[in-house]
């Protein structure tokens, strides 16, 4: 993907597809052309300044954490572009007219908030705020505050890149499903009650769309302490929490 933009696309008036059909009924015909493309996309950082879009060819889609060393089954083999009908690979006109309804159509897997936070930079903002369906990973370290408070302590909540994600998330005004896995190596197998309460405080900013088959769903690999207060408590009951399950997808 490049920085600077692209020229606009020709009108291109000559065609009996846009110079005759309003519209309301070209919008019609991208939802069924949406039928038959691509329904898990994975989304990978190739640079400071490039990402990759990766077709899940897998009936079922499940992730590994250790991806930069586990390849994709999905991606093993044939290419990596989308089904596509061969009007959308060839006008170009036609694939950003329909680009809002084939990404509402599409879940976007992305391996990392970085690359999440890439692809809002990178993607039209008009196509990126289309996106309904998101799956998020994060991993981080915990230990606890006395061991070594200057070198192996991470929280969350103190990333700027956890918190712009979440100022973006809370802006796209067409998402209906999220899912968030968040894979923690911890010192002692579980956080406190307090300590999830901050983790999930930016969560429970997050309001979705009505509608979405999953809603929004934050999966976490450690049990609960058993301490202050309930799980329903914590992100203010905006998000499902699933314990000790990260791996399986949708």
Known sequence: MQETPSPPPNQQWQSLFFATLPPELRTLIYHELARDGPSVVHIMK???KQIDFVRCRAGKCEMEYNYKCCPLPCASSGTNRPNLPPFLLSCRKGNIEANPVLYSATIFDFRSFQTYLLASTLLPPHTFSSISSIHLKYHFGYRLWWEDPDNYVKRP????????????IKGMEELRNVIVDIDAYLEYGKLSWETERDLFERLGTVKLRSGGERGFVVRVNWDGDGGEGPDEGLGRGTFRLVRGKVAEYW
Do not use: E
């Not at 909540?157 to 973006?168: A, E, L, S, T, Y």
């Open 46 to 48: 190739k640079s400071t």
């Open 157 to 168: 909540w103190r990333d700027p890149v956890w918190n712009q994600v979440w100022d973006i």
